[in-house]
């Protein structure tokens, strides 16, 4: 049972539901420009305005008060302070240990994370100069890969002559592909997996391997290096040098620790600085702000109120800047990962929905694909936009021209159009043995369709920083608001150990005790001609 004070918001909240949906009273406000000076802010330089969103004033300060009657604040500081705030693992979440500075650091006695970021930025920046080293292959799945990805398309490589390449997937398509364009003297290797037990992560480093040891059976040992939580595991599959990272930082929460390497090795040590300088600004503001004025705070609280009581099962993400066509994938996990719960903390079943689906593509593309289903589909789908106020090319107005699509999206989404509105219009490519009246309603946009516009000056190192620790800290809100740890993730576990059970079946094993349609289908696959007898090339030995 709730607590009186909490059972008194909850009621309320209901009435703010009714009043907002029932007299669209949310859209009038948005149109009319009042929600305006309550729903923006601006914090580590990204600029937020949600004020296209169905909430207000007084929805926002109940919102604000159930977080502080649940506290928030007191859950916040723990996870701060490095207390066990992930109790299925024990563990603490310590990614804002990742970006304090090295003086915050050794204050708290912190001197070995020192020691680490030293160690792998002097590395990378050593690398970046290496005449004998052209290429990185960088090796990692899910937050050993997302990460650094999403840094190299949004940044690029700057300064450096080194190529940096990425293979994560289990599927060794993609690493052939990379392997192929490659020479093993010419490659140093980044091996990341905190773990370093995931299945794809070691099929694509022992064919790595192989392919080094063609060449030069020393190249191995000389040219790569692990990222890990693990290093006995790294040094037993014979790495000899490991950046290794604690236990308690999430894997999607781990762009931020050596996994980095390759990533800095392509900005360069600097930029990995201003990084994690933007990140820290944002964490400042998280830990200091005011509620009300919190924007990780306030879009969290909205994040939950769309999904609960607004009904809302996805979530789009749209940057408007091609640089960031990563971002969607690396917040799929980020929030989906961390908030795809059904327990609640207790071990209860948690009585709402939680984290909704996130999805995206980069804007203008995506408007040229789902952005019909968006304006006219039978589900309303919040759209995040993100903008880039400048661009880094010249051709000013082709920017102009970017935003204003963006701003004209977000607008429609909103207004809609009217059957009034679309009889007056004259318009091209229609039936021509079509009446006004007839196609019309064709041309009606019901409207009401909340977006969040958030926009930095510059997609720089500092503001892409900021960005991602903002969805850090309210994916943290919303799993607080709904009692449920956003740091674990047992719901990967079962379908890997089923397939570490049927690869066995597979090989040969016994099917006894197999459900008989998957049985089937290992015999098909098995059977004379199935695609796991297929004869494998040499460089597709995945035996180790
Ligand atoms: O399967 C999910 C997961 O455990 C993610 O949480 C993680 O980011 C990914 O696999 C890779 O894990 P590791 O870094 O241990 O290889």
Known sequence: MSDPAEALLLTRLAHHRDRLQRQAVWVKSALSGDAHQDCLG????????????????????????????????????????????????????????LRATDQELSRKGLDELVRTRRAFLEEAARLRIDPQVQHIVHVGIGGSDLGPRLLLSALGIRGTHLKIHFAGNGDLHELEGVLSLLHPAQCVVVLCSKSFSTQETLVNASRIRAWMDQADSSLFGQRTYAITSNPAAAQAFGVLRTFAFPDWVGGRYSLWSPIGLSAAVAIGPEAFEALLAGARAMDRHWLEAPPEQNLPWQLGLLDVWNRNDMGFASRCVVPYDSRLARLPAYLQQLEMESNGKSTDNHGRPVAQSTSPLIWGEPGTNAQHSFFQWLHQGSDVTPVEFILVQHPDHSNAEAHRKLLANALGQSWALLRGKTIREALGERVKGANPEWSAEQLAPHRVFAGARPSTLLMMDRLSPERLGALLALYEHRVFVAAHMWRINPFDQWGVELG????????????????????????????????????ATQPTGAGSDLSE
Do not use: Y
């Not at 007084?58 to 723990?78: E, F, I, K, M, N």
């Open 42 to 97: 601006e914090a580590a330089g990204i600029f937020v305005d949600a004020s296209r969103q169905p909430w207000d004033h007084a929805l926002r300060l109940d919102l604000t008060q159930l977080s502080l009657v649940r506290d928030l604040p007191g859950h916040r500081d723990a996870m701060a302070a490095g207390e066990v705030v992930n109790a299925s693992e024990g563990r603490a979440a310590g990614h804002l240990r």
């Open 496 to 531: 890997k150990s089923l397939a570490d059970d049927i690869d066995r079946r597979l090989a040969g094993g016994s099917l006894e005790g197999c459900d008989p349609q998957t049985a089937r289908w290992i015999r098909r696959l098995a059977g004379p001609g199935g695609a």
